[in-house]
T-cell receptor, first 111, second 112 residues
Framework: DAGITQSPRHKVTETGTPVTLRCHQT?????MYWYRQDPGHGLRLIHY???????DKGEVSDGYSVSRSKTEDFLLTLESATSSQTSVYFC??????????FGPGTRLTVT | KQEVTQIPAALSVPEGENLVLNCSFT??????LQWFRQDPGKGLTSLLL?????REQTSGRLNASLDKSSGRSTLYIAASQPGDSATYLC???????????FGTGTRLQVTL
């Protein structure tokens, strides 16, 4: 398995609170991604990074921000969580136009 | 915008059957294609990657093909086993930065 960990694995938070999810890799891959998976919508890209401090928006980026200060860490922040952000969040890594490898996921519930 | 459809949405077969999962896409300007499996409550496991210059890729009992002209990819599973029960997802790389567009998934159940 690719060396990808996500923390926390489960989180329950209240509407309006800030939340930060962490993705950590040990593979030294250049690209990192954040997806969310929802019933009826499948997997959708939130943000991605193509290098340290280089990030861009994906398909569903509203309400989310990201940061990448080191190659191995990619943080996803919900500035003010809403119930519509209840989802399973997956981090992925790749070395360019090749296979993406996924982390185990974080289940986030916003009450 | 690339749209990716997987048919059927769900499939139940007896153990030992050979089966085909279909994935169709609307934009032929794709690069690579990747098939994944996802077990309930788990992350995605990469099964096969077909690069744009290839037409198929094989791994064990799995064979995936890519036909860009017809906008289709198929995943063939030979001699299915109960352990193959999972959701299978296809995803296409388009544009830059290796961004993936995912299909809707096929939920497979292999019964004894």
């Amino acid at each position: 398995d690719a060396g990808i960990t996500q923390s926390p694995r489960h989180k329950v938070t209240e509407t309006g609170t800030p939340v930060t999810l962490r993705c950590h890799q040990t593979e030294n891959h250049r690209y990192m991604y954040w997806y969310r998976q929802d019933p009826g919508h499948g997997l959708r890209l939130i943000h991605y990074s193509y290098g340290v401090k280089d990030t861009d928006k994906g398909e569903v980026s509203d309400g989310y921000s990201v940061s990448r200060s080191k190659t191995e860490d990619f943080l996803l922040t919900l500035e003010s969580a809403t119930s519509s952000q209840t989802s399973v969040y997956f981090c992925a890594i790749s070395q360019g136009m090749y296979e993406q490898y996924f982390g185990p996921g974080t289940r986030l519930t916003v009450t | 915008k690339q749209e990716v459809t997987q048919i059927p949405a769900a499939l139940s077969v007896p153990e030992g059957e050979n089966l085909v999962l279909n994935c169709s896409f609307t934009d032929s300007a794709i690069y690579n294609l990747q098939w994944f499996r996802q077990d309930p409550g788990k992350g995605l496991t990469s099964l096969l990657l077909i690069q744009s210059s290839q037409r198929e890729q094989t791994s064990g009992r799995l064979n995936a093909s890519l036909d860009k002209s017809s906008g289709r990819s198929t995943l063939y599973i030979a001699a299915s086993q109960p352990g193959d029960s999972a959701t299978y997802l296809c995803a296409f790389y388009t544009g830059t930065a290796s961004k993936l567009t995912f299909g809707t998934g096929t939920r497979l159940q292999v019964t004894l």
